[in-house]
T-cell receptor, first 113, second 111 residues
Framework: GEDVEQSLFLSVREGDSSVINCTYTDSSSTYLYWYKQEPGAGLQLLTYIFSNMDMKQDQRLTVLLNKKDKHLSLRIADTQTGDSAIYFC?????????????FGTGTLLAVQP | ETGVTQSPTHLIKTRGQQVTLRCSSQSGHNTVSWYQQALGQGPQFIFQ???????GRGNFPPRFSGLQFPNYSSELNVNALELDDSALYLC??????????FGPGTRLLVL
């Protein structure tokens, strides 16, 4: 089946690191994504990782993929108040519609000054 | 800035009415997808279009339909609106299979 789960809420202090976690069920997923959504806005693509990779780093963002446990995480270094938003994990299943993404319910990240 | 625009930004309709939402994507983005995001939920895949034909559909009834035009614009049409259709509707376009870029969405309220 296709299911993506995330914790609902994370609160951190400005300057600390944030780690947002995600689990998925489809072992044939080809790509996994992190999107950011600010209030009243659409989705901003933050980063993505191909399923045969373990880690990807992009400036303050580090994505870790544990394919055996079907676990994906997003680490944000030196978290800023502007990082406050909802973060969505998404997987692209193999087969079917080429651009169909399965999203989690989102993690609300609150950054305290 | 993703280069994907949507109109209108907000819309109010009543049950039973029909609605058309519009999306314009970047030149060269041949695939467009539509998603429904209910309040407090993640986006749900409705369908996608490639070269003006529907080539993938999620778990949505036939009263959700779409069109894609040669100028990289597309439409989502919803007939016989129901209260549960109230949501943020997102359009996403893709230059290739790896990435999708989302527009700001249209917020639909059905009364």
């Amino acid at each position: 089946g296709e299911d993506v789960e995330q914790s609902l809420f994370l609160s951190v202090r400005e300057g600390d690191s944030s780690v947002i976690n995600c689990t998925y069920t489809d072992s044939s997923s080809t790509y996994l994504y992190w999107y950011k959504q600010e209030p009243g806005a659409g989705l901003q693509l933050l980063t993505y990782i191909f399923s045969n990779m373990d880690m990807k780093q992009d400036q303050r963002l580090t994505v870790l993929l544990n394919k055996k446990d079907k676990h994906l995480s997003l680490r944000i270094a030196d978290t800023q108040t502007g990082d406050s938003a909802i973060y969505f994990c998404a997987e692209k299943p193999k087969g079917g519609a080429t651009n169909k993404l399965i999203f989690g319910t989102g993690t609300l990240l609150a950054v305290q000054p | 800035e993703t280069g994907v625009t949507q109109s209108p930004t907000h819309l109010i309709k009543t049950r039973g009415q029909q609605v058309t939402l519009r999306c314009s994507s970047q030149s060269g983005h041949n695939t467009v997808s539509w998603y429904q995001q209910a309040l407090g939920q993640g986006p749900q895949f409705i369908f996608q279009y490639y070269r003006e034909e529907e080539n993938g559909r999620g778990n949505f009834p036939p009263r959700f339909s779409g069109l894609q035009f040669p100028n990289y614009s597309s439409e989502l049409n919803v007939n016989a609106l129901e209260l549960d259709d109230s949501a943020l509707y997102l359009c996403a376009s893709s230059p290739h299979q790896e990435t999708q870029y989302f527009g700001p969405g249209t917020r639909l309220l059905v009364l």
